[in-house]
């Protein structure tokens, strides 16, 4: 499987080179701040099914890493992910032929990795643009993607009618969201430069609790049918970069952290929600923190991506 496949990829790589002779300030770095000369990709990081996800995310997110389309609906993995449908659900199924992308996360070898799964239609794979950002410490900050080229990991793999889904997988620095009060909302909003408007838009919530990474993430009502009651809310899902969290800090094996909130206050695509119900459930291939129960009544802060482009 080409790790390039796609006009995108393509575009990267000459984004990489071509900063690479411009002098000054004008080069790219990666977050090492190292000047870079070329994509590369982390070999260790195995996609058995060549879907574009690597086999650690799709454990993470319950897909399977060994079938490139985990619920034989007739769309791989990777390209239900970047059209907003759920992969492990035959009833949920991409709609619209727009450009499409949306986020992942997970940890690995020390850091965090976001991963941006887009999906480009046949005719279009020449004119999708890409914006991504973050919301820390109150603040909706810039996340250069050149930045990262040079330690990125990149995959083109084919999708359904001739289209073609990308993925990008940059590493972050876990110390970016435990030092920045406790959340960061990264975000993404994708687009066609032939018109100059974004048409989607993603985001993902890692929080720093008890010294561990988490991921915020809605229930999906049709398949995460241990939590009753058909109110909503959220999981928060630990996301170690090496070792699960170790038990002796507090955290509870076999139990994820269910969550539901209601929204107090809206600034702008800023949103800030109040939690209203949590508590840990048992029956889970996870982890749970002890503080789960007690922040019942804590605020955070997250962001409307849609917001950001006028949706």
Known sequence: MSLCATTLCAAL???????????????????????????????LQLD??????????????????????S????????EEFARHSDPRDPLSLPEGEEVSATL????????LRLVVALHEPQG??????????????????????????????????????????????????????HASGGMVTFFLAAGQTDTMTFN??????????????????PIQSTLDRRVSGGNGGGLREPIPVSTPPPLESGWVSGAICYQR???????????????????????????????CAASVGATYETVDPLALIGG
């Not at 000054?24 to 070329?38: N, R």
């Not at 619920?71 to 990777?78: L, N, Q, V």
């Not at 992942?104 to 850091?111: F, T, Y």
């Open 13 to 43: 790589a000459a984004l990489a080179a071509e900063r690479m002779t411009e002098p000054g300030a004008g080069w790219a770095e990666d977050a090492e701040g190292s000047p870079i000369s070329s994509l590369s990709a982390n070999t």
């Open 48 to 69: 058995a099914d060549g879907d574009g996800l690597v086999d650690s995310q799709e454990l993470l997110v319950g897909t399977s890493p060994l079938d490139f389309d």
């Open 71 to 78: 619920d034989a609906d007739g769309f791989g993995d990777g």
């Open 104 to 111: 992942l996360a997970r940890g690995q070898g020390g850091k």
């Open 124 to 177: 279009l794979s020449d004119v999708s643009m890409l914006r991504i950002g973050a919301l820390a410490q109150g603040e909706i900050v810039s996340v250069p993607l050149a930045r990262f080229l040079g330690i990125a990991d990149v995959r083109g793999v084919g999708g359904s009618a001739n289209s073609s889904v990308t993925t990008i997988d940059l590493p972050i620095d876990p110390n970016f969201v």
């Open 200 to 217: 989607t838009a993603a985001k993902v919530d890692i929080r720093s609790e008890a010294g561990e990474l988490v991921m915020l993430r």
């Open 261 to 291: 909130s209601e929204v107090v206050g809206i600034n702008g695509p800023r949103i800030l929600h109040q939690i209203v119900e949590a508590d840990c459930l048992e029956g889970w291939d996870s982890y749970c923190s002890g503080e």
